[in-house]
């Protein structure tokens, strides 16, 4: 079995997914996260990350 090609680009360090995210938030964030992500054009919102980092930094 082999990874998905977006996989296999990761691995190979042709895409690096930090560059896709663009917010991060805390779990008690969420609803802030989610609103940030439903007016994405605005607010270019391409990947969300939440983490339970009190900073919201994985």
Same mark, same amino acid.
């Given at each position: 079995? /082999?990874?998905?090609?977006?996989?296999?680009?990761?691995? @190979? $360090?042709?895409?690096?997914?930090?560059?896709?995210?663009?917010?991060?938030?805390?779990?008690?964030? /969420?609803?802030?996260?989610?609103?940030?992500?439903?007016? @994405? $054009?605005?607010?270019?919102?391409?990947?969300?990350?939440?983490?339970?980092?009190?900073?919201?930094?994985?």
């Amino acid at each position: 079995m /082999t990874p998905p090609q977006p996989l296999k680009s990761v691995m @190979a $360090g042709t895409i690096k997914p930090q560059q896709l995210v663009a917010h991060q938030f805390a779990l008690d964030e /969420t609803r802030k996260a989610y609103d940030s992500f439903d007016d @994405a $054009g605005r607010q270019h919102a391409l990947k969300i990350i939440l983490s339970n980092a009190p900073d919201g930094m994985a």
